[in-house]
Nanobody, 121 residues
Framework: QVQLVESGGGLVQAGGSLRLSCAAS????????MGWYRQAPGKQRELVAT???????NYADSVKGRFTISRDNAKNTVYLQMNSLKPEDTGVYYC???????????????WGQGTQVTVSS
């Protein structure tokens, strides 16, 4: 089985910073893509940023220039550095990973349990 465990959420004032971490563990052969999504109250879950095993990144327009995604392949961990936070960044942030588990022939996608980020004005 595979688990994704997030950490680093919390309450911060507008303009502040937070760093999220997500560690994948279990029967993992290789991880292709890791990413962060968020869901605000009453809204659908949306993409924040993704990063491939080769380091290619993709960001939502709303976070470009403020958020930075990175990963440590040796630790199966992805990070999200969030700077210049705005109240509209408030939501539950979920980690996701597309990976091959040991013995698997196709990619499967896993989600973490989510971590709350609240930005006060």
């Amino acid at each position: 089985q595979v688990q994704l465990v997030e950490s680093g959420g919390g309450l911060v004032q507008a303009g502040g910073s937070l760093r999220l971490s997500c560690a994948a563990s279990g029967s993992i052969f290789s991880i292709n893509v890791m990413g962060w999504y968020r869901q605000a109250p009453g809204k659908q879950r949306e993409l924040v940023a993704t990063i491939t095993s080769g380091g290619s990144t993709n960001y939502a327009d709303s976070v470009k220039g403020r958020f930075t995604i990175s990963r440590d392949n040796a630790k199966n961990t992805v990070y999200l550095q969030m700077n210049s936070l705005k109240p509209e960044d408030t939501g539950v942030y979920y980690c996701s990973a597309g990976l091959y588990s040991t013995g698997a022939s196709h990619i499967q996608y896993y989600w973490g349990q989510g971590t709350q980020v609240t930005v006060s004005s």
